[in-house]
């Protein structure tokens, strides 16, 4: 996936197949010839209302806005450099079912629950995994070879992530992040947060990655569990689009 702060290289792709050109985008957006070249340098953020009249002045397919959010979230969430991504993979579903793949005999459905079941997850009675598959009846379609994924999904009024409702985190139930992974924790007071994990010495700060997404936490080691109930690691992201 080629990263770009505003899509560009769709958009491009998309004005040269209507035969427009910058020009053209400047009128739609009412802005300078310009702002059109410091949008391509990725020298300012196109706003959301931006990117929608984009998106529908091109007319853009559903699998075109796919493509164009995905790449955008990365690429802010990154500074526009892709190596930063690493590990993490995040992408856009359009579909009401949310993240979804041919089923694989060999693999395993993973155990799906939102974040009202979370609140009661205890880590010292069991693992997450065991607790899902107890407490949810629900499956993911999409199906992993390791055992240890569940799928959470952001509900409506559950803003502490920033993501919108709807939204699928893979986590890794199993596994304890490492440094600059993506986490999805349970704090002491009921919250449930999003956070970069970032170990310190004797302690963990927890870096908001999304604009609006609260601010650090610090949690000493020397506290365990202190602040924390529980973290896990995220392994993907699926992000639900409002249309």
């Given amino acids: 996936m080629s990263l770009h702060v505003n899509g560009w290289n769709i958009i491009a792709r998309y004005l040269e197949r209507a035969s427009m050109r910058q020009g053209d985008l400047a009128q739609v957006l009412h802005i300078s010839k310009a702002a059109v070249s410091q949008i391509k340098n990725g020298q300012f953020l196109l706003n959301p209302r931006q990117l929608a009249t984009i998106a529908d ?90 055992e240890d994924m569940c799928v959470i999904r952001i509900e409506p009024g559950s803003n502490s992530t920033e993501l919108a409702p709807g939204s699928l985190l893979m986590i890794e139930a199993d596994t304890y992040p490492a440094a600059g992974d993506l986490t999805l924790f349970g704090v002491a007071d009921g919250r449930i947060l999003l956070r970069e994990y970032h170990p310190e010495g004797d302690r963990v700060v927890f870096r908001p990655v999304l604009a609006g997404g609260g601010r650090e936490l610090y949690w000493s080691r020397a506290e365990e569990p202190g602040l924390i109930r529980w973290i896990h690691p995220v392994h993907e992201i699926v992000l639900k689009m409002h249309r």
């Fill in 57 to 146: 002045y091109l007319k853009f397919d559903d699998a075109a806005i796919s493509e164009f959010y995905t790449t955008l979230f990365n690429a802010r969430l990154a500074g526009a450099e892709p190596e930063a991504v690493g590990h993490r993979t995040f992408r856009v579903n359009l579909t009401e079912g949310g993240a979804g793949s041919p089923a694989e005999p060999e693999a395993a459905p993973a155990p799906v629950a939102g974040f009202s079941l979370l609140r009661s997850f205890e880590p010292a009675f069991e693992p997450l995994t065991k607790f899902l598959r107890r407490n949810s009846p629900e499956r993911s379609r999409e199906h992993f070879p390791q």
